[in-house]
């Protein structure tokens, strides 16, 4: 069973807190904004919809089956925020399937975070979020692979980073690097990562 990455996940906390001391400071000039990209106001909402990698970074069993680490991944997602710094977001993520251990091994999810959002200039954003995953897993494999085969479903931590460059008002886009902890068949659990780009429409 792997560990999440202490690192990145102090670094997300640390992000958020420079979130929040950044919010605080810059609260009384929000309303004098005279850019069109102006930090959004309390209340606002977004879906979005982002493509890209995912990155199987798993074990290959005992046999002497080829393995693949790469697929495409895509995510679509809603989210809010409480206030110009802090908010939630609901989404489904596909991260594709592998080759692996003589089968196939995929997963997909559904997530809930809490998200974060730095303001940097009047149109770019770093971003971070820290919440759950319920995935989804399922593995076929070759005999003799050692690894065992059959569906899974359970919730783990799941958190991401990333930035956000506002085009106008309503469009955004989107680089994003998620990791998400995913139980498979035999009680393993293992993480499966993300790198993608997309678009946010704002409401």
């Known amino acids: 069973m792997k560990k999440p990455n202490r690192k990145i996940v102090s670094l997300l906390a640390v992000v958020a807190s420079l979130a929040a001391a950044v919010g605080a400071q810059a609260q009384s000039s929000e309303?004098?904004?005279?850019s069109p990209y102006a930090i959004y106001g309390s209340g606002n909402s977004y879906i979005g919809l982002n493509a890209g990698r995912s990155d199987y970074?798993?074990?290959?069993?005992?046999?002497?089956?080829?393995?693949?680490?790469y697929d495409v991944?895509?995510?679509?997602?809603?989210?809010?925020?409480?206030?110009?710094n802090f908010g939630f977001e609901f989404g489904y993520l596909d991260l594709g399937s592998v080759?692996?251990?003589g089968g196939r091994t995929k997963a997909d999810g559904?997530?809930?975070?809490?998200?974060?959002r730095l303001p940097i200039g009047s149109s770019f954003n770093l971003l971070g979020k820290l919440g759950t995953t319920y995935g989804r897993t399922d593995v076929t494999s070759g005999t003799g692979s050692g690894v065992t085969a059959g569906t899974e479903k359970e919730f783990g931590w799941a958190y991401g980073l990333g930035a956000e460059y506002m085009f106008n008002p309503q469009w955004s886009?989107?680089?994003?690097?998620?990791?998400?902890?995913?139980?498979?068949?035999?009680?393993?659990?293992?993480?499966?990562?993300?790198t993608s780009l997309g678009l946010r429409y704002r409401f």
């Open 31 to 34: 309303s004098s904004a005279s």
């Open 57 to 69: 970074s798993m074990g290959n069993g005992t046999g002497l089956y080829s393995a693949d680490r």
């Open 73 to 84: 991944a895509y995510s679509v997602y809603a989210g809010s925020y409480f206030n110009r």
């Open 99 to 101: 080759n692996r251990a």
């Open 110 to 116: 559904i997530n809930l975070s809490v998200v974060g």
């Open 173 to 194: 886009a989107v680089l994003q690097y998620e990791e998400h902890d995913l139980k498979f068949s035999g009680g393993d659990r293992d993480r499966i990562t993300s």
